[in-house]
């Protein structure tokens, strides 16, 4: 009788914990959904951003440079990309909400490189080259995929949640740091980015609308 009992309890218990986990996870694909659908960046988010003039990870500072290898061995540096409008993507093969945001920053990629915009995208997998690889000739990326082995990116950007992007302007400063995945297809964001590329720098480190 007390092994009927206890199956029994055991029984229960695991049903619970099965419920706990089911709601958990719908709970978390709605959240998921509901921000995924935001703007990835917007014209007045940007607009309100002033040069502080250090070296930090957030907006109106000037981004932390790094050099890294891109998946074919080339050293690829940050400050190199200075003129260009630079998102840098923070994410990881096994992060799901990275895989569903990275076809949309492939699109934003491909509508604006010719115009000035490139794409970093570094990845956080520890010894997942292949993997890395596998998921890049997947979703067909285009633009440089490097990976952060020595995690001095990770430490630069302290993120607090991956996938994380900054869009660093034509100055090297961050004018958008954007946490969790968001649609880098939407119309603002479009617009956004249009503003950031049609945008110069001034000697004195202030945004002017090229002529």
């Not at 990835?40 to 109106?60: D, L, M, P, Q, S």
């Not at 981004?63 to 940050?78: E, H, I, N, Q």
């Not at 509508?111 to 570094?122: C, D, I, K, N, Q």
């Not at 000739?137 to 952060?148: A, H, M, Q, R, Y």
Request: charged share 30%; net charge neutral; hydrophobic share 40%.
């Amino acid at each position: 009788m007390k092994s009927i009992a206890l199956k029994n309890s055991d029984s229960t218990l695991i049903k619970k914990y099965a419920a706990i986990f089911a709601l958990s996870f719908v709970i978390a694909i709605l959240l998921f959904t509901e921000h995924f659908f935001e703007d990835a960046v917007t014209r007045e988010g940007i607009a309100k951003n002033t040069h502080k003039g250090e070296v930090k990870a957030e907006e109106g500072y000037i981004a932390p440079d790094f050099s890294l290898r891109d998946l074919a061995g080339k050293p690829v540096r940050l400050s190199d990309f200075r003129g260009k409008v630079v998102v840098i993507n923070l994410w990881a093969t096994w992060c799901t909400p990275c895989r569903v945001e990275m076809p949309s920053i492939e699109n934003l990629y491909r509508r604006f490189r010719s115009e000035g915009l490139t794409v970093l995208a570094v990845s956080f997998d520890k010894g997942q080259d292949e993997a890395v690889r596998a998921f890049v000739k997947e979703k067909n990326l285009s633009f440089p995929v490097l990976i952060d082995h020595d995690q001095d990116v990770e430490s630069k950007y302290q993120t607090r949640t991956i996938p994380s992007t900054f869009v660093i302007d034509k100055r090297g400063v961050i004018a958008a740091r954007v946490d969790g995945a968001k649609n880098w297809e939407s119309e603002e964001t479009f617009k956004a980015i249009e503003l950031l590329l049609t945008m110069g720098s001034s000697p004195d480190g202030r945004q002017q609308t090229e002529k």
